[in-house]
């Protein structure tokens, strides 16, 4: 007589779960992440390499304008958690 494994972690299959798509608030978050990165990056190099102040100001004004937008979009959130 065979005796069913009580280790054995296998139970009905269930079909899986649809995947729906990312919320609207997610992708622009991540899109704003990217973007501070990007513009701490350029930052930097544009720091290190020498080039016209214009160029190390605008990438210093897209930094601060995403870290700025990712502080709003935390501080809006926070009550609706």
């Known amino acids: 007589m065979a005796k069913a494994d ?3 972690l296998s139970g009905p299959a269930r079909p899986e779960p649809a995947s729906r798509p ?3 608030g997610e992708v622009i978050r991540a899109l ?3 973007v501070l990165v990007i513009g701490v990056a350029a930052n930097m190099a544009a720091s290190l390499s020498g080039v016209p102040t214009a160029l ?3 990438c210093g004004l897209v930094t601060a304008l ?3 937008a ?3 979009r ?7 958690r």
């Open 66 to 68: 995403a870290a700025a």
């Open 22 to 24: 990312p919320a609207r």
């Open 56 to 58: 190390h100001l605008a």
């Open 70 to 72: 990712l502080g709003v």
């Open 74 to 80: 935390a501080l809006r959130g926070r009550g609706r």
């Open 6 to 8: 009580p280790y054995r």
């Open 32 to 34: 704003l992440w990217t």
